[in-house]
């Protein structure tokens, strides 16, 4: 049981080019959840799926996308990547949505050049 | 508008020591509160939920003052282990968009 898993751990970019952060989960959870920490800033959600087939803005939607795959799966799309978005990204899933405990992925840091 | 207030720290504490944090929300209505533990470049992990009533794990006990809009976390006999950083979260509207993330308060324990 890995919980969940992101892949890729580091990514380096240059501005304008695009990416796909991957993210799992095999605890059957229902709510798949994307936030970003920056510091001084705390976590912020960027999008979250409540339930497989539905995805929803959260804080900080500009200039990512999201696919819900499948249960399982959850990615967040950078189409144009800018520097502002040099970040550690977090994704996160729960059995219901938000007033459950979320389980977090290890993160992948990202860095916009 | 900042929904969740914590004090950054940190907070130095000698080994052994009873340290304790609060943490302001600012939306009435919340509905659900927790305490997570952030350990430095890793994910936060789950702590303790925050019930009305207060609850306590072992040497930490969390308590919800709803009049106020505060909720503590209390560590007692502290171990170097306990050094992280702590994030209040609070899930404003109990819906399905998310929680709501304090900064966190850095706790460095010293031997």
């Known amino acids: 049981n890995a919980g969940v898993t992101q892949t890729p751990k580091f990514q380096v970019l240059k501005t304008g080019q695009s990416m796909t952060l991957q993210c799992a989960q095999d605890m059957n959870h229902n709510s798949m959840y994307w936030y970003r920490q920056d510091p001084g800033m705390g976590l912020r959600l960027i999008y979250y799926?409540?339930?497989?087939?539905?995805?929803d803005k959260g804080e900080v939607p500009n200039g990512y996308n999201v696919s819900r795959l499948n249960k399982r799966e959850f990615s967040l799309r950078l189409e144009s990547a800018a520097p502002s978005q040099t970040s550690v990204y977090f994704c996160a899933s729960s059995e219901v949505p938000s007033y459950n405990e979320q389980f977090f992925g290890p993160g992948t840091r990202l860095t916009v050049l | 508008r900042k929904e969740v207030e914590q004090d950054p720290g940190p907070f130095n504490v000698p080994e052994g020591a009873t340290v304790a944090f609060n943490c302001t929300y600012s939306?009435?209505?919340?509905?659900?509160f927790f305490w997570y533990r952030q350990d430095c470049r890793k994910e936060p992990k789950l702590l303790m939920s925050v019930y009305s009533s207060g609850n306590e794990d072992g040497r930490f006990t969390a308590q919800l003052n709803r009049a106020s809009q505060y909720i503590s976390l209390l560590i007692r006999d502290s171990k170097l282990s306990d050094s992280a950083t702590y994030l209040c979260?609070?899930?404003?509207?109990?819906?399905?968009?998310?929680?709501?993330f304090g900064k966190g308060t850095h706790l460095i324990i010293q031997p």
């Open positions: 939306n009435s209505a919340s509905q659900s």
């Open positions: 979260v609070v899930n404003p509207g109990g819906g399905a968009d998310g929680l709501t």
């Open positions: 799926s409540a339930s497989e087939g539905t995805t």
